[in-house]
């Protein structure tokens, strides 16, 4: 088996629901959807895909958010709080200052949990749902277990979030904590977390609401589909590229996924199929070590640093989904420092455009590879930015110019004022 862009629509399996059925990436092994509870193979523990008996075309998309999707998605309705829909902002000053024919900015920061992890979690708790499980539970570097925290609630389900302490921005605790999620803090990193919880999944304490829950990413395709459906708008052609920060690569492995689904549908054309192109932080860059050892197995870092903490990830569980996903469509990967990172979250917020660290790596990649001639000048680029500015407001404040204190009178004001000139 392989995830190639010209592999044919499968044969429907027996043990399909409603024309919807799960199928190992590595063996071709199908399995019946909602009967029992799954996150890979029986048979070789690959990671699993969701297929479909009919894929959609544009035509078919009506409606506003992740659900105008929805024939491209397992069920019509989710637990929603109304995602998706977020804003392809035009970034024209960057946009000359990187140097490419066409750069937007597609901010999945203005979610309703601010990540795009909602779009995941719209259709992972309706599946959770559907299997009639208890308590839900995510390891997270911050946004995963906001999401989860948020959908959890509103779907009227226990939620329990493993997160390595000290690591995870302030926002994104805020958020878990008051949307009632059980808390844990682990004292290690987030692979030891995941790790935990795919531990306690497989014991049957908790659904496991990772992105290695391949429900997950169907909601995460819709990303892919309203960016080409706002290039097609805009230009009336879809990228050239999109560029997007990777942490598990569960982003990477959605986008391509819903590539390859237009393209056995007839909807685009394989030369056509934007560059998925990666960032991660010189820190925590597995999935750019294979990419440039064109290594077939991304080898798991122990050791993982970065201010990015949302991409502070040594074994991206997505990789096998990923690395074809990136070869096939002729994309890349390339790692950026934490400097290149915050210079990129103060370049898109002159645009009026907030992001936390994680988000920027993906315009810093734009602009490293630029540089390197890597990516052409006349190429029409989307970068994703994953996050909100408020969801870490200490990496905010510290990128950011002090406040300056001055006396309670106006004279005092016009005094600092004018010591400026
Ligand atoms: C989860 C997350 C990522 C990483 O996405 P993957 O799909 O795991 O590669 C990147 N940025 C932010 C802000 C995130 O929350
Ligand atoms: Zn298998």
Redesign the pocket.
Known sequence: MSLSLSADQPAVPANADDGVWLECIECGETFAPFDDIRYTCDECDGLLEVRYDELPTFDDFEGRGVWRYADALPFDEGVSIQEGDTPLYEVPRLEDDIGVEALRIKHEGMNPTG?F?DRGMTVGVRVAKELGVGRLACAS????SAALAAYGSRGGMETLVLLPAGKVAAGKIAQASLHGARILEVDDNFDTCLDFVQELASRGEAYLLN?LNPFRLEGQKTIGLEILEGFLADYDTVPDRIVL????????SALYKAFRELVQAGELAEADVPKLTGVQAEGAAPMVEAIENGADEVRRWDDVETRAT??R?GN?VNAPKALPGIRETDGTAVSVSDEEITAAQRDLAGEGIGV?P??AASVAGLRKLRNAGIVDADERVACLT??HLLKDPDAAAAAGGDPEPVPGDIDGVLETLSDDA
């Open positions: 990540s992890k570097t911050g946004n995963t992105s920060p990777v942490g598990n690569a569960g982003n990477t949302a991409i990830i991206p936390e994680a988000s994953t996050g």
